[in-house]
């Protein structure tokens, strides 16, 4: 996935003997040699020299590696699927493009038009692709419903999730007291543990069975989706702020919607508590509400995209030192980090579930006489 340009010189120096023994043939003819004219030609061979210099100096500069540019690359959305590049050749699965102008209407087509045979990013039917997002030439606003990488990976994800948990719904139901077999047997465990030891704690026996579907997929959806995240080539799904905005807007409407009576009783009449403290208890208590959702997206955020920083830089220090020996420490401590994303993929997705249970917990929560 990661290239590097080696700068050589070998060229130049091949085409300056092939010059010199030319010279040296024509002057071993020519005996009257015109003093002035070689003097000429030496200054002119100088400033070509001189030209030359910033050229190659720009070139360098153009080819030298950026850990910040391909770490943006790899955690940013993205209108194709770039899995690897091998040499001049890129494994890209190209995604359609879907914009909306008022000049000229809905237009679909695919991302591989805003690339040339290099690679090179050009101008298609008056669009162009500027830094993962499409711009009209002519300034007019675009309205983008592209099928993106992160939107590509969310339909996967989603696939994945309806195929294996209808299968084993289907064996429950089929064999109810049959000992689990398969997929079965592999993910009972898990929805056991959400049920016994999120759920149940958190919301209580008598409420937690209608809030179980729901528990259970925001759980596998974030586990999944950290999982796939950490595939060489996979999406930043969860990694990505409007994503978990999503995930917490959900959480803030659940809670809220199935909120009690003691529940908005606490927060707008705290019980025994004096008239005048509420003045400064009740606003707090409505900033509480908003700030649930607000840390349960920034912290899933933060955490995942962090891990793939973490792991892209450890991997650049590689290039930026151009030492292959420096791949013995990296390496290993890189596949130590990978292995520990493993597991905050789990626990992450552990922590958002069990904090939604506990604002549910709080809401369904009866008044205890």
């Known amino acids: 996935m990661f290239q590097m340009q080696v700068k050589t010189s070998t060229q130049k120096m091949y085409f300056s003997n092939i010059l010199l023994g030319l010279f040296l043939s024509f002057f071993s003819f020519n005996v009257f040699a015109n003093e002035p004219v070689a003097a000429h030609d030496s200054a002119h061979a100088d400033t070509a020299a001189h030209a030359a210099a910033p050229a190659a100096a720009h070139e360098a500069e153009s080819t030298k590696f950026d850990p910040g540019k391909l770490i943006l690359h790899h955690i940013a959305d993205e209108h194709d699927w770039h899995f ?48 993962g997002k499409i711009h009209a030439e002519n300034g007019e606003k675009v309205y ?31 064999n109810p007291h049959r000992a689990p077999k398969g997929m079965q047997s592999l993910f009972e465990p898990i929805i056991i543990f959400v049920r016994d030891e999120i759920a149940k704690n958190n919301i209580g026996e008598k409420h937690y069975r209608r809030f179980m579907p729901y ?133 992450q997705a552990f922590i958002f579930t069990m904090l939604v249970s506990t604002y549910i917990g709080a809401a369904v929560e009866e008044h205890h006489h």
């Open 84 to 131: 690897f590049t091998i040499g001049h050749f890129h494994a890209t699965l190209p995604l359609p493009c879907i914009v909306y102008t008022e000049s000229a209407g809905l237009q679909v087509f695919s991302s591989a038009n805003f690339k040339n045979e290099h690679h090179e990013e050009i101008a298609f039917n008056g669009f162009v692709l500027e830094h």
């Open 144 to 174: 983008d419903f592209s099928i993106t990488k992160n939107v590509a990976s969310l339909l996967l994800s989603a696939v994945l999730l309806l195929s294996i948990f209808i299968g084993i719904g289907r064996k429950y139901k089929e």
């Open 215 to 347: 528990l259970l997929t925001i759980f596998f959806f974030i586990w999944f989706n950290n999982m796939l995240g950490l595939i060489p080539g996979g999406a930043n799904l969860t990694g990505n702020i409007a994503v978990t905005l999503v995930l917490a807007i959900i959480a803030f409407f659940v809670t809220n919607f199935n909120g009690r009576s003691t529940y908005w009783t606490h927060i707008f009449a705290m019980p025994g508590v004096p008239k005048w403290m509420l003045v400064i208890l009740t606003p707090v208590e409505i900033v509480g509400i908003f700030m649930k959702p607000f840390s349960l997206m920034v912290r899933l955020f933060a955490n995942i995209t962090a891990g793939h920083i973490i792991l892209l830089s450890l991997v650049s220090l590689i290039f930026i030192f151009e030492n292959a020996a420096l791949g013995l420490a990296v390496v290993p401590f890189s596949l130590f980090m990978n292995v520990i994303e493993l597991i905050v993929a789990f626990i």
